[in-house]
């Protein structure tokens, strides 16, 4: 019993001994790996490409006027991102109210409005700026991919 002890002991002392240089055998072997699959031969860095979702984040130019009418005009989606107050004191021509803060949750409902397109492009506007800005986010987010953040409703053209 106490020879297979012994035995045991010096199996484990002699595994033990080799799992860091196993392991240093593995480290080396895969940096090795890495370095010739990320190595350029010409010496230039690879050049970035856009993420998806940065790409998905941009969305259309915001605070231009003549885009906002040329896309209302061609049957954009146009939402009123203001208060139901706000909304009734004035708003775009064929406006739809949906409060900025209502939108994440109503995504359902702005889709149908698009006839199920979420690439068909949308005009969004509030008093500032800031309410739109934060309902073309949540859209984008959303996968509407055509937004474009008017500003405020002064800067809807008359």
Request: aromatic share 6%; net charge positive.
């Amino acid at each position: 019993m106490v020879k297979t002890d012994k035995t045991m002991i010096s199996r484990r002392k002699l595994v033990s001994s080799a799992r860091p240089n196993t392991m240093l055998t593995m480290l080396l072997a895969s940096s090795s790996i890495f370095w010739v699959a990320c190595h350029d031969p010409k010496g230039s860095a690879p050049t970035p490409t856009p993420s998806s979702t940065t790409l998905q984040q941009q969305g259309l130019p915001d605070h231009d006027p003549a885009l906002a009418t040329r896309l209302a005009g061609e049957g954009a989606l146009v939402l009123d991102v203001r208060t139901a107050m706000e909304y009734m004191t004035g708003s775009a021509p064929n406006a739809t109210n949906i409060p900025y803060d209502e939108v994440p949750e109503r995504i359902s409902e702005i889709l149908s409005l698009q006839g199920g397109d979420k690439h068909k492009p949308i005009v969004v506007f509030c008093r500032s700026g800031k309410r739109s800005s934060k309902a073309k986010q949540s859209l984008l987010a959303a996968g509407f991919d055509q937004v474009t953040n008017l500003g405020g409703f002064s800067d809807w053209p008359e």
